[in-house]
């Protein structure tokens, strides 16, 4: 069964801090894997799509990461403001579904 | 861009009603949408994917016959909670795909509550 784990689970720094958030899975075979961001009561946002083919994917402050090989996925956040306090979901597409990880709760604090 | 509304975005009703919420897609047509489910601080669950004027593909440990869905034209997916209970209470979200394999969009969720 493929799990998709997201490290940390929770996750409160100053204004201004670059940061990493983790996504793992289980088995490599996926067709791509995409990044979103939750606010609270709210449905998902698509930051990132990362095809299986490509390495990463850069959007303003974001840059995703995707290592195939290792089952990893990294979302790089640069100098991160309040405004990017949500929780951030990673996903893998595989046999044309979408398997979600755990979250990662971000509060950015002024 | 894309956008799929989702309707209502909260509901409280009693136990034992049945409660109909309402995913569609505003300026594409969604061969599939898709149903989730998110328990508090947890993550989404697919429940189901439903296609344009067929029956529903459930996930294993849905209960279909508590679970409704249906597609009846390419831009609306309902999915009908019936003889709903407290543990039926919990955030569902819909989402939508223009064609197989591209990205899903996503509605901004219902939250039932179930007393």
């Known amino acids: 069964k493929q799990e998709v784990t997201q490290i940390p689970a929770a996750l409160s720094v100053p204004e201004g801090e670059n940061l990493v958030l983790n996504c793992s899975f289980t088995?490599?075979?996926?067709?791509?894997l995409q990044w979103f961001r939750q606010d609270p009561g709210k449905g998902l946002t698509s930051l990132l799509l990362?095809?299986?083919?490509?390495r990463e994917q850069t959007s303003g402050r974001l840059n995703a990461s995707l290592d195939k090989s290792s089952g990893r996925s990294t979302l790089y956040i640069a100098a991160s403001q309040p405004g990017d306090s949500a929780t951030y979901l990673c996903?893998?597409?595989?046999?044309?579904?979408?398997?979600f990880g755990t979250g990662t709760r971000l509060q950015v604090f002024p | 861009g894309a956008v799929v509304s989702q309707h209502p975005s909260r509901v409280i009703c009693k136990s034992g009603t049945s409660v109909k919420i309402e995913c569609r897609s505003l300026?594409?047509?969604?061969?599939?949408m898709f149903w989730y489910r998110q328990f508090p601080k947890q993550s989404l669950m697919l429940m189901a994917t439903?296609?344009?004027?067929?029956?529903?593909?459930?996930e294993q440990g849905v209960e279909k016959d508590k679970f409704l869905i249906n597609h009846a034209s390419l831009t609306l997916s309902t999915l009908t909670v019936t003889s709903a209970h407290p543990e039926d209470s919990s955030f569902y979200i819909c989402?939508?795909?223009?064609?197989?394999?591209?990205?899903?969009?996503f509605g901004d969720g219902t939250r039932l509550s179930i007393l």
């Open positions: 989402s939508a795909e223009e064609n197989r394999g591209q990205p899903q969009h």
């Open positions: 088995d490599s075979a996926i067709y791509n």
């Open positions: 990362i095809q299986s083919s490509q």
């Open positions: 996903a893998i597409l595989r046999a044309d579904k979408l398997i």
């Open positions: 300026d594409f047509q969604a061969t599939t």
């Open positions: 439903s296609n344009e004027g067929s029956k529903a593909t459930y």
